[in-house]
């Protein structure tokens, strides 16, 4: 299917973009993380990637025009794929926006709607919006603010830590000043275009500016809407909704609410918010009520009788989203089978403790298997492929992406040319790659162009579990912990030491034999470590 790409948002003040220079030719092959076009901002000109693998099969800007942002850039789809609609959407879209322009005049330092209303911003001061960071994003998470209301801005210091549809990116300003206004709080999701911050010189009145700009960009939003009035009379103020308490239980149902600081002292005491009463407006929690909670005593008006159904809302990450969507994609659309080996560990063991015992990089279990899985893909490349409607590409490289838990879910960093690292390369590289994706550094280059996945749970206990594959790879591995147990060598019971793989392969690329020999190929490195090293 044919996807659309748009002249992007690279800077949040980014309003049209030229495109300097072009890179992919129409008809060319584009893969995943190709740098398509140089584009010109009004801050530099940077180089923009696809995050779509296909054929460029129309480009809607040529080199040295300059375009609004969101106007149709390219599309990328599939050979001979009929995308003259798409062309003809695109181009009404962009029409209807220019009536609206037309409606909507924006003049340096104040914003109208229509005639009757206008936003009044003080010299010097600049309004920052929620900026699209990639071409697909339409919504951003606020993750952490580096700076707070009141602090000293100089241009290039981080403002936030932004979580898009891709990756968490620090935001950097472009701007010197006061940090006046804050406007997407930690943790808040908002749309592209949202006010995110305020800066200026200390002590300007911005009070208004928030509501108002945010207004005017919902109504600018709007392309069936023709003419588009607002006048100053300020919108009837809507009664917040009560959360309806009882003697026998602080809330019977419902919604609570609670202000965002009063919710994380809670998260942080351990308290239930469902266990308070609110003395805030209309039974709203806040900060105090966190403050002078005592636990309820079996016998007064405030007991909670034992086996009360309640739920905790945790909000879906950008980054769930995002996994839960691709995983189900995967499941669906590649036909998965799995085959399963058990692992003689008694040489790999020994192996292990004599390299760590003379030398000062100290390896792991899982070091071995991903040089083991490098040296195994260049045996079978038919494991290292990927699955297209009309071919099948068979990668020379070798790049392992490493399952790594964070927080909020799974990220996959990637470790380029594996085969051509040894145990003390791959060790240092997984441990850093491992470090930064928990504490959400990493950069979108560093997640791409795996094409073998390998995923340990042996740290956690786990004898044998099946993966999903990581598309657009053909295969997963997924890794079992050591055991310990009787086995049998040359026709006697022993203790012996042992591991369970188990390997997840797309069926339209790897076939039941290829992946079988990969497997065997896998078994001799791990089973007798020196070949590894021949």
Not at 492 to 517: E, F, K, P, W, Y
Request: glycine share 8%; hydrophobic share 35%; aromatic share 6%.
């Amino acid at each position: 299917m044919a996807e659309i790409i748009k002249m992007p948002r690279l800077s949040d003040t980014m309003e049209e973009g030229t495109v300097s220079k072009w890179l992919i030719e129409i008809g060319e092959k584009v893969n995943e993380g190709d740098i398509l076009a140089e584009i010109e901002t009004d801050k530099a000109t940077m180089e923009f990637e696809s995050f779509y693998e296909g054929v460029l099969l129309y480009i809607g800007v040529q080199e040295g025009e300059t375009v609004p942002v969101d106007v149709l850039l390219a599309i990328i789809g599939e050979k001979g794929e009929d995308i003259s609609e798409l062309i003809k959407g695109n181009q009404d879209d962009s029409q209807k926006e220019t009536i609206i322009d037309d409606v909507i005049p924006i003049a340096i330092g104040t914003e109208k709607i229509s005639d009757t209303t206008e936003i009044i911003i003080p010299e010097g001061v600049t309004v920052i919006t929620m900026p699209r960071l990639s071409d697909t994003m339409t919504e951003g998470t606020v993750v952490n603010w580096n700076k707070k209301e009141g602090d000293t801005v100089e241009e290039g210091d981080i403002l936030a830590e932004i979580e898009t549809d891709k990756a968490t990116m620090e935001f950097e300003s472009f701007y010197s000043g006061t940090l006046l206004k804050i406007g997407i709080e930690e943790g808040g999701t908002a749309l592209v275009d949202t006010v995110l911050a305020i800066i200026g010189p200390k002590g300007t009145d911005v009070s208004g500016i928030i509501e108002n700009y945010n207004k005017t960009k919902r109504s600018h939003s709007k392309p069936e809407e023709k003419e588009i009035k607002v006048t100053e009379t300020p919108p009837e103020k809507k009664e917040t909704p009560k959360v309806i308490i009882s003697q026998d239980s602080p809330v019977k149902g419902g919604r609570i609410f609670a202000s965002p600081l009063a919710k994380k002292l809670a998260d942080e005491k351990g308290i239930s918010l469902s266990k308070l009463r609110g003395s805030g407006e209309n039974g709203r929690i806040i900060k105090r009520d966190i403050e002078n909670y005592q636990p309820m005593v079996l016998g007064t008006q405030d007991y909670i009788p034992v086996g009360v159904e309640s739920f905790e809302e945790v909000k879906n990450s950008q980054m769930r989203k995002i996994i839960a969507k691709r995983l189900s994609e995967s499941k669906f659309t590649a036909p998965h089978y799995y085959l399963t080996v058990e692992l003689d560990m008694d040489h790999a063991i020994a192996a292990r403790t004599a390299i760590n015992s003379d030398s000062e990089m100290k390896i792991s279990y899982n070091d071995m298997i991903v040089k083991a899985c490098a040296m195994a893909l260049r045996k079978h490349p038919r494991v290292n492929t990927q699955w297209t409607e009309e071919v099948t590409l068979i990668a020379k490289h070798i790049h392992i992406g490493i399952a790594v838990a964070v927080d909020d879910g799974l990220m996959v960093p990637v470790l380029k040319f594996a085969d051509q690292m040894s145990f003390n390369q791959i060790g240092t590289s997984v441990k850093e790659l491992a470090g930064r994706a928990r504490d959400k550094k990493l950069t979108p280059q560093e997640m791409e162009g795996s094409t073998f996945t390998v995923s340990n749970l042996g740290m956690f206990g786990i004898k044998e579990f099946t993966s999903i594959i990581n598309q657009p790879n053909s295969a997963i591995l997924s890794v079992g912990t050591i055991v310990q147990k009787p086995v049998v060598k040359n026709g006697q019971i022993s203790i012996g030491n042992t591991m369970t793989v188990t390997l997840a392969c797309d069926h339209r690329t790897v076939d039941g034999v290829t992946g079988a020999a990969f497997l065997q190929t896998l078994r001799k490195y791990i089973e007798h470590p020196l070949t590894m090293f021949v």
